[in-house]
């Protein structure tokens, strides 16, 4: 039984209220009809939401609090069994995705450099700080200090989503297949997902970043495929919203049911398993839920990877805020959704009642959108697949029934070689980058100083040669970063197939895409090019 707060807003308590029920669809696989129930909580209750006998859905109004949304519970040592839950849905998730993106200093274009890149790269602090400084100057990685100096887990996951969600709701308004009047859909959906994901954690269940691969990237607007199969396999990953890209009709922007994963997961750990004498019969009937996940017809469906498995980002297939099966070419969608906004502001002025400074800060949200989604490209040179395999195999799937399989495995080079030809292309390319001096001339910062908004010692001019830089110089360190080349070496002798990706290839793949205006002797290809 969980309590709404009677702090929620009216407006949000019924897609809280379903991002708990939804869980129900995973109890009943697990044999239980109506196993979670959500009581609204009396304006006049004579009990406090913090008494360890309720279970809560809380509403924070906080500034800076580090999170959207956490859900935390309290366990038997000795049993495992949970014996209270509390969830947190911070007010800032739907105060506006543009003020929550100002509130966190995010305008601040340098601080948010440093933001993207400590938590992008955070095992890897020295080469952080030498490559804020190198690729962005020493002012934006002092800035980003100044603005953060220790960004744990919960905050980069707070900026990573505010990033995402600001850019959708921006997408809603200025690409032109998509209608402002779908922002109050977009909100409630959101609202439901994070409520599902932080429930998810007070039921026991860890991250699964491998939870968006249900999909593939055509089948993400199929309302009828995704409301029979869900958007998701699991709620517990990190995922951006599904904006579809300029042509597509557009379905969910987030999932709103739980799926495959989420239900086997409850399954195993919920169902009633008959006591017997004989601990192995009890195992047994674990264990043949757990073969499940080696059936090939369950394809990414129950695939698994948790927090500790994309920290050193060897994986493109097992990150946060990536969706469907095929992440490169989401990546590219995402590439194309920035583009048509930046088309649509290069159109556009400000709107009535606002300031220069917002037209800025939009323009500013989708170089950082653009950005983020650069580094799934990158990821995929030199990068291995991982697989949670049982070397001996589970019930009816024995280590000989799968030959062929390894816990690693090589991207094949042809996948590789596409990133890099999209990375060429998109990002290296002298006319990746286009924008009219009509827009770029309308871009001075604001000068309200208030506790809402960051520092405003930004130029007055737009630098728009630094912020094309950023993205290419963050993408050309990022992809010639010793331990990715290192990977790029060592895939040689790992790969089966004669076709391997070398450091030469990279090397020659850089030098076409970055300076091929010299190698072509075109010296006027534009300002970008230089």
Wanted: aromatic content about 10%; some cysteine.
């Amino acid at each position: 039984m969980f309590w709404l707060e009677n702090t929620v807003p009216l407006a949000y308590r019924e897609a809280l209220r379903q991002g708990a029920l939804i869980w129900n669809e995973a109890f009943e696989q697990a044999g239980f009809e109506g196993a979670i129930e959500v009581q609204q909580m009396p304006d006049d209750a004579d009990w406090d939401p913090a008494d360890v006998r309720y279970n809560t859905i809380r509403w924070s109004d906080s500034l800076g609090s580090g999170i959207l949304g956490v859900g935390q519970s309290r366990a038997n040592p000795l049993t495992g069994e949970i014996l209270d839950a509390d969830i947190v849905i911070d007010a800032n998730v739907v105060r506006g995705f543009q003020q929550q993106y100002q509130t966190r200093g995010l305008d601040n274009f340098p601080a948010a450099e440093g933001y993207l890149q400590l938590c992008g790269q955070r095992s890897q602090a020295w080469y952080v700080q030498w490559l804020s400084m190198q690729a962005f100057g020493q002012q934006a990685f002092e800035q980003a200090n100044l603005s953060q100096p220790q960004l744990p887990e919960s905050h980069c996951a707070d900026y990573l989503n505010s990033q995402h969600t600001a850019f959708g709701a921006l997408a809603l308004s200025a690409m032109p297949h998509l209608a402002a009047s779908q922002l109050e859909t977009y909100i409630q959906q959101h609202l439901v997902a994070l409520a599902a994901h932080e429930v998810g954690h007070t039921l026991g269940l860890r991250h699964n970043f491998a939870g968006s691969l249900l999909l593939a990237p055509e089948q993400l607007n199929n309302t009828e495929l995704t409301a029979k199969e869900g958007l998701l396999s699991s709620v517990m990953d990190y995922f951006p919203p599904n904006i579809a890209p300029p042509g597509v009709q557009q379905g969910d922007f987030f999932p709103t049911r739980v799926g495959a994963y989420d239900r086997w997961a409850i399954e195993y750990g919920y169902r009633s398993v008959t006591p017997s004498p004989l601990r192995w019969e009890e195992q047994q009937s674990l264990e043949q839920v757990a073969a499940r996940s080696s059936l090939p017809e369950m394809g990414y469906a129950l695939a698994y990877a948790t927090d500790e498995d994309i920290v050193n980002e060897i994986d493109p297939e097992a990150s946060a805020w990536d969706l469907s099966n095929d992440p490169l070419a989401f990546a590219q969608w995402q590439l194309d959704n920035a583009q048509s906004v930046w088309q649509r502001l290069n159109r556009l002025s400000v709107n009535r009642g606002e300031g220069y400074g917002s037209l800025r800060r939009r323009v500013d949200l989708v170089f950082n959108y653009f950005r983020s989604n650069t580094a799934t490209l990158t990821t995929y040179v030199g990068g291995q697949r991982f697989r949670r395999l049982n070397p001996w195999g589970t019930i009816g799937v024995g280590l000989s029934q799968r030959p062929n399989q390894t816990p690693l495995e090589p991207i094949p080079a042809a996948k590789q070689r596409q990133a890099l030809q999209v990375l060429n292309q998109r990002i290296f390319a002298p006319d990746a980058f286009q924008f009219s001096p009509q827009l770029l001339n309308q871009l001075p910062p604001d000068r309200w100083r208030h506790w809402g908004a960051s520092s405003t010692s930004a130029s007055l001019d737009y630098p728009i040669y630094e912020r094309v830089l950023s993205v290419q110089g963050q993408a050309l360190s990022d992809l010639l970063f010793a331990d990715r080349l290192a990977r790029v070496r060592d895939l040689e002798f790992k790969s089966n197939s004669e076709d391997v990706l070398t450091i030469a290839e990279v090397f020659e793949s850089v030098y076409q895409g970055i300076w091929s205006e010299i190698a072509h002797e075109k010296p006027d290809a534009g300002p970008t090019a230089e």
